[in-house]
């Protein structure tokens, strides 16, 4: 079953936070996180086990709420790199994965 | 280390003819995916293989889609024949099992991605 992304789209400036949240009305084994820029491929940024753990990527970092069936990811002092659209990716056992619509993520100087 | 590669990347059919595309996938990894993502959506997976076997292709629409991977490493989609919703990116991953603190998963990586446009 699909995970729910929201928002759909974020506008930030440089410097500027922003959550992104994906949730699952099944129960998760993992949530992979994935960042696609316009015409590329997704490129993969980390992925967080049940166990409710954060896990970092320069100042991107996620949590999972094993309890809520719910992953965020957080964008600490957005950087123009960051724009793209991302995805959650959400696994119900170790090998498969279902992808949420993504968020698209706008950095303006 | 060398990337997923696909061929071709751009790829335009009209409706009701065949198609094929190609998927390199990183060295060593034994799983492999095909994807369909269609514009503004996220990767819906069509098929996926451990080595030469099918582990899962519920999604694949059978009448027309299909896909091998023959020797374990280098896959081919095929599409036949071809309709107007059919359009769209089509992308392989490969995968390496990795196991971290909390268990065991897979770690996807993507190809660049074929742009099918069907007329």
């Known amino acids: 079953q699909q995970p729910v992304q929201s928002p759909q789209a974020v506008i930030l400036r440089e410097g500027e936070d922003a959550v992104i949240n994906c949730s699952s009305s099944k129960a998760l084994y993992s949530v992979h996180w994935y960042r696609q820029k316009h015409g590329e491929a997704p490129v993969f940024l980390m992925i967080l086990l049940k166990g409710g753990e954060q896990k970092g990527h320069e100042k991107i970092s996620a949590s999972f709420n094993e309890k809520k069936q719910q992953s965020s990811l957080y964008l600490t002092a957005s950087q123009l790199s960051y724009s793209g659209t991302y995805f959650c990716g959400t696994g119900l056992n170790d090998y498969k994965l279902s992808f949420g619509a993504g968020t698209t993520v706008t950095v303006r100087a | 280390e060398a990337g997923v590669a696909q061929s071709p990347r751009y790829k335009i059919i009209e409706k009701r003819q065949s198609v094929a595309f190609w998927c390199n996938p990183i060295s060593g990894h034994a799983t492999l995916y095909w994807y369909q993502q269609i514009l503004g959506q996220g990767p819906k997976l069509l098929i996926q293989?451990?080595?030469?076997?099918?582990?899962?292709d519920s999604q694949l629409p059978k009448d027309r889609f299909s896909a091998e991977r023959l020797k374990g490493v280098d896959s081919t989609l095929k599409i036949q024949p071809a309709k107007l919703e059919d359009s769209a990116v089509y992308l392989c991953?490969?995968?390496?099992?990795?196991?971290?603190?909390?268990?065991?998963?897979?770690?996807?990586?993507f190809g660049p991605g074929t742009r099918l446009t069907v007329t």
């Open positions: 991953a490969s995968s390496s099992y990795m196991g971290t603190s909390g268990g065991y998963t897979y770690e996807q990586y």
């Open positions: 293989f451990q080595n030469n076997g099918v582990v899962d």
